[in-house]
C-alpha cells in the first residue's frame, strides 16, 4: 500500500461541534490533494469544507448502497488523491446504509482511521473516551483534533497555557467552537490522548494559510499506525 495514501473517517462528539470546519483545516493544511466523501447529506455551497477539498462524492442515497458496494467507492477515491475524509453527519454508529450498516463498519471495511473532533465544555473529555472507546471496539484506530480548546499549560514556560490564536477561519459556521458554561477553565489536559491538531476558536484570517500552523507537522501527512486491508466485509 503506498504509504503516501491515507483513508480517515471524521466525527464530531456532539452535535455542538461542526465537523466541517475540522474537515475544511485538514484538507487546507494537507500536503497531498484531500478527497471529502460525505454520507447521507449534500455539501452546500458556503461549506468551509467545499473550497480546501480537491474531490468531493456526496452519497445522498446511502440507504440503497450496501457496504460492499459504498466500500468499492470509497477505495476507488482514495486510488485518485493523496488523502480521503469519510463523514456521515448521522454520527459514527448509525445506521445509515442498506442492512444497517455505519460509518464504523465501512471505516472498518477500507482500513481506515479515525479523526474525533471535539470542543470547549466539561463533557468533552467523556465524550472523546467514549468515541475512542467505540472505535476500538471496531478495531479502528483515532486521534483527536480540538476546536476552541486551550492547550494544556506548560509547566517549564512563564504564562503556561497562554497560547496566541494564529490566523484563523471566520468562515465559521454555525456551532464550531462554541463555549459551554464552564469551558473557560477547560483545557485540553484532560483529554486521554494529545491533539494532533488545535483548530483556535476565532479563525479571522481564513482556513488557507493559517490551517498548517494548527496541526502537529506529523497531523499535516495525516500519518496514522500501519493500516490492515481489509478483503471481507459485510454485504
Known amino acids: 500500500m503506498d504509504p503516501s495514501r491515507r483513508l480517515w473517517m471524521i466525527m464530531a462528539t456532539s452535535a455542538d461541534v461542526d465537523w466541517r470546519i475540522a474537515a475544511g483545516a485538514v484538507a487546507a493544511a494537507a ?12 455539501v452546500g455551497a458556503d461549506d468551509p469544507v467545499r473550497p480546501h477539498a480537491a474531490g468531493l462524492l456526496e452519497l445522498t442515497d446511502a440507504g440503497r448502497l450496501s457496504l460492499a458496494r459504498a466500500r468499492e467507492l470509497v477505495l476507488a477515491v482514495r486510488q485518485a488523491y493523496g488523502m480521503v475524509l469519510v463523514a456521515a453527519p448521522a454520527g459514527m454508529l448509525v445506521p445509515i446504509g442498506e442492512d ?3 460509518l464504523a463498519d465501512l471505516t472498518a471495511a477500507v482500513g ?3 479523526l474525533v473532533v471535539t470542543g470547549p465544555g466539561p463533557d468533552s473529555v467523556n465524550h472523546v ?4 472507546g467505540a472505535l476500538a471496539g471496531h478495531g479502528i484506530s483515532g486521534s483527536v483534533i480540538t476546536i476552541g480548546v486551550p492547550p494544556a499549560p506548560d509547566p517549564g514556560a512563564a504564562g503556561a497555557g497562554q497560547s496566541a490564536p494564529g490566523p484563523a477561519a471566520a468562515d465559521a459556521t454555525a456551532g464550531a467552537g462554541r ?17 494532533i491538531g488545535r483548530i483556535p476558536a476565532e479563525r479571522p484570517g481564513g482556513l488557507a494559510g493559517a490551517a498548517a500552523a494548527w496541526f ?10 500501519a493500516l490492515t486491508r481489509v478483503t471481507d466485509c459485510r454485504t
Open 129 to 132: 473516551a467514549l468515541a475512542l
Open 179 to 195: 463555549a459551554d458554561p464552564g469551558a473557560a477553565d477547560f483545557t485540553e489536559e484532560g483529554l486521554p490522548v494529545t491533539p
Open 100 to 102: 444497517g450498516w455505519h
Open 112 to 114: 481506515g482511521s479515525a
Open 31 to 42: 500536503e497531498v490533494p484531500v478527497a471529502v466523501v460525505v454520507i447521507g447529506a449534500v
Open 216 to 225: 502537529h507537522p506529523s497531523g499535516r501527512q495525516i500519518t496514522p499506525p
